[in-house]
């Protein structure tokens, strides 16, 4: 997926911070684990990378 200028995915809904098409996402993205290793891997590179860090604290 393209992402913007702040980084994120340009399929993600920013008011809601979730996917703005979570039902159709493609396959890469179902494929992902939130919350693990890879998860937090990129986390943590994107938190060295960027002065915003993505909050883990997901509900
Ligand atoms: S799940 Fe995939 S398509 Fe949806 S916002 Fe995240 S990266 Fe983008």
Excluded: K
């Amino acid at each position: 997926m393209a992402h913007d200028e702040e980084g994120w995915c340009v399929a993600m809904d920013g008011a809601r911070m979730n996917c703005g098409i979570y039902e159709t996402r493609p396959s890469v993205c179902r494929r992902f684990v939130m919350n693990g290793p890879y998860c937090h891997a990129v986390r943590e590179e994107y938190a060295q990378e960027r002065t915003r860090a993505i909050d883990l604290n997901l509900l």
